[in-house]
């Protein structure tokens, strides 16, 4: 009885841990904000900022019947447990989201190091990692693991219209129009996964300038919706 037992809640347990798993990321057009969406139980999905702060979150009751459509519908109010951590509890995390259903959230707490502090330490099993002081100044601060998946920038030694925007999120790249390009495209995404995109130059009249021509806004890597937004 007791070996049935064991295996059981050992079922349960790694069900569970599973239950969390990164469902998309959200790329502005220029690089410079990154958002990592993760879809927990019940259909909630949260979305973390690369700076670790809890952005957008709420249910998408039809999360799986296609990505595209997914990434574009507004979520909707959860309606079961929340929990927020009271103010006797650490100053960086008091009042901020504990639990969502089952699923817990931690946070770096204000004897951390400085360039953690208040940022999402955990969602469930996943945890979080950021830049530090001691790495490029142009990354400190941003989210270096979220789970299992990697993510880098492009560093202050790149050219000024790249720096600090994101490279790479798990296995996916993203290059931009540099500073030598038409100015109504330097510094937007170029391509992501090595699909290109196209905006209209400064030449062109029937377009309103920088703005897209032609790209997959949105694509699907390794069960992993990507978006770029305009």
């Known amino acids: 009885m007791k070996k049935i037992y064991l295996i059981t809640l050992f079922s349960v347990s790694i069900l569970f ?17 990154t958002a990592i969406g993760f879809l927990l139980d019940q259909n909630v999905i949260i979305n973390i900022k690369q700076d670790g702060i809890l952005g957008e979150w709420g249910v998408d009751k039809y999360v799986d019947r296609g990505a595209a459509q997914s990434s574009q519908r507004p979520l909707e109010a959860f309606d079961g447990k929340v929990d927020y951590y009271t ?51 142009m990354l400190s601060g941003k989210m270096k693991t979220a789970g299992p998946m990697n993510l880098s920038y492009y560093t202050s030694f790149e ?24 100015k109504s495209i330097s510094g937007k995404v170029k391509s992501v996964n090595g699909n290109t995109f196209i905006y209209a ?7 309103p300038k920088g703005s ?3 790209g997959m806004q949105i694509q699907v890597v390794n069960g992993i919706t990507y978006t770029v937004r305009n």
């Open 17 to 33: 841990s599973f239950a969390q798993r990164i469902n998309k990321v959200t790329i502005s057009n220029n690089g410079t904000a």
């Open 87 to 137: 103010q006797n509890e650490d100053e960086a995390f008091r009042g901020k989201l504990k639990y969502i259903g089952r699923t817990l959230i931690t946070y770096y707490a204000s004897t951390d190091k400085a360039y953690l502090v208040g940022k999402i330490k955990s969602v469930g099993p996943l945890k979080f990692d950021y830049f530090s002081n001691y790495d490029d100044a």
């Open 159 to 182: 050219n000024e219209s790249i720096r600090g925007k994101v490279k790479s999120a798990g296995t996916v790249q993203l290059t931009y129009f540099g500073s030598l390009d038409d």
């Open 201 to 207: 130059t400064s030449q062109e009249q029937d377009y």
């Open 212 to 214: 897209l021509k032609f």
